[in-house]
């Protein structure tokens, strides 16, 4: 498996492990104890180690707490030691307190590091932006975080392009972490050239936008009963359209033709972007691997990646 260098002795896996569904399906507290079971999870976390990935994405969140328990106890019955990305501003539960203020920060993170079972987290980052906490007290407190040790690289996940220059202004972060895929272009407005100019690694998760990526969604069809589609369909909606389906129907028909899946060809792409440290990948099941070890080895050139992005 490649792995990429983020700096500050961090290296990634440039297929990620995304733990999201272990215990819950997202931060969603109306879906904790959903989701894969420990049993399910250690399946997939094997899996994923044999076949080279070994960097783990979660957050205090996910679950409740439950995506970060699986994997401590996961390290703890295994003795393997993943290089760890987790994230903090959600709640944990319905009305608990969420954000980005010191003394949250300084707890989430103490509470990651009991679930876990280790003593410091390879990059911790933002969940998102906090509008409520100055941008300088969050900086300060990963700073602090890093310099005792207990962090090795911090990052942020789902800042848009304002929210990253104003980050900027005040220091670098290594991992910039948000939505991107054939179908999600918003970063390429302006996220990725940011990134490229400070140097800052970037890690996309949502590869397969939802599922409809893969090819299992069909125009007019329910989706499938446990699918991202039919339990959490929000962030999708804007993207069931007639025109979506007829693209993503001449998109399958190219896979078809190169010989390979459209998850491995939708993946590909991704890793073809030059902004693109790492994939971060969330299956449901141990097969749903294999596509992202595929796209590794097609390695699509810039020609294709671009004849590829007219698709859509």
């Known amino acids: 498996m490649e792995r990429r260098e983020l700096g500050n002795g961090v290296e990634v896996s440039r297929i990620i492990l995304g733990c999201g569904n272990f215990g819950g399906i997202g931060s969603a507290p109306e879906f904790f104890g959903h989701g894969e079971t420990d049993d399910e999870a250690f399946e997939i976390m094997d899996g994923a180690w044999e076949l080279g990935i070994t960097t783990f ?11 970060e328990s699986a994997i401590g106890k996961w390290i703890a019955s295994r003795s393997h030691r993943p290089q760890i990305a987790t994230k903090t501003f959600n709640p944990m539960d ?17 509470s990651s590091l009991d679930r876990l079972g280790v003593t410091q987290i390879d990059v911790y980052l933002a969940h998102a932006f ?33 929210e990253l220059r104003s980050l900027f202004e005040l220091a670098r972060p290594m991992l910039v972490q948000n939505s991107y895929s054939l179908l999600e272009r918003g970063d390429e407005d302006e996220v990725l050239e940011l990134c490229a100019h400070f140097d800052v690694g ?12 893969s090819g299992k969604y069909r125009s ?20 069931l359209t007639d025109e979506t389906f007829t693209r993503l129907d001449r998109f399958t028909e190219e896979a078809a033709g190169r010989g390979v899946s459209p ?39 810039r020609e294709d ?5 007219e698709f859509f």
């Open 130 to 162: 906090d509008p409520e906490t100055p941008l300088d007290e969050t900086v300060t407190t990963f700073d602090a975080l890093q310099r005792l040790g207990l962090i090795k690289a911090w990052g942020v996940s789902n800042f848009g392009a304002g």
């Open 220 to 239: 007019g069809e329910p989706p499938q009963p446990g699918s991202r589609l039919s339990t959490r369909p929000g962030p999708y909606q804007h993207l």
């Open 305 to 309: 990646a671009d004849k590829l992005a």
């Open 94 to 110: 319905s009305g608990a307190d969420r954000g980005l203020g010191r003394a949250r920060i300084t707890r989430q993170l103490e």
């Open 57 to 67: 994405d979660t957050a205090d969140a996910y679950g409740g707490g439950r995506s």
């Open 202 to 213: 970037y890690t996309p998760f949502g590869p397969l936008a939802g599922g409809l990526l």
């Open 263 to 301: 998850a491995t060809l939708a993946i590909a792409w991704l890793l073809a972007q030059p902004a693109v440290t790492a994939v971060v990948i969330g299956p449901r099941r141990v097969e749903h691997l294999e596509p992202a070890v595929a796209a590794l080895e097609l390695g699509l050139s």
